[in-house]
């Protein structure tokens, strides 16, 4: 966060160079508003640029094998441009190379899910899907326990829509 205003700070400072220079090149016939003007347009359209490209870099820099399964696009009246094309402020995604599966337990997988939101650190979570039952559990607390056979105790298990993607995504294997 503290980058993302340094950079906004420096596209501020580069445009009102800019209008500056253009203000002595005219000989004075720019008006003296431009060179705040212009600097306040550098800020804000960095802050947009980086608030649209946010997504896409972040994505860009994940591994092979993470797989985005959901995003959370977002309209805000603070952000009026966010009314024309919402901006993504978090997302989901399952790492396929994570992926586990028992072989007494062929139809439950267990793979790692990376949680990514604007201004927050990442969070990964181990998830158990039932890719026949199509629900999930969470395998977080001292209390889960996987038995050699594969059975898995201590959880509570969350029902999925059928076109659910992280279930898709996690049984399907990529």
């Not at 309209?75 to 919402?86: D, F, I, Q």
């Not at 999930?136 to 059975?151: E, H, N, P």
Request: some cysteine; aromatic content about 10%.
């Amino acid at each position: 966060m503290l980058f993302e205003l340094i950079a906004a700070v420096a596209a501020g400072v580069a445009l009102a160079g800019l209008a500056m220079g253009l203000r002595w090149i005219s000989r004075g016939l720019l008006p003296k508003w431009t060179v705040p003007a212009a600097a306040g347009l550098g800020m804000l359209s960095y802050a947009i640029w980086s608030e649209y490209s946010w997504f896409e870099r972040n994505v860009a820099i994940q591994p092979d094998g993470v797989v985005v399964a959901w995003n959370n696009e977002q309209r805000s009246v603070l952000r009026p441009w966010s009314y024309y094309k919402p901006v993504v402020t978090r997302y989901s995604a399952v790492d396929t190379r994570t992926i586990q599966r028992h072989p007494d337990q062929p139809e439950q997988v267990m793979v790692d899910i990376l949680l990514s939101a604007r201004w927050q650190p990442a969070a990964r979570v181990k998830v158990l899907f039932d890719c026949a039952g199509g629900r999930r559990a969470d395998l977080v607390g001292d209390d889960v326990k996987i038995a050699a056979d594969g059975t898995v105790t201590g959880i509570s298990w969350t029902a999925l829509l059928p076109d659910d993607r992280l279930l898709a995504i996690a049984c399907r294997g990529s």
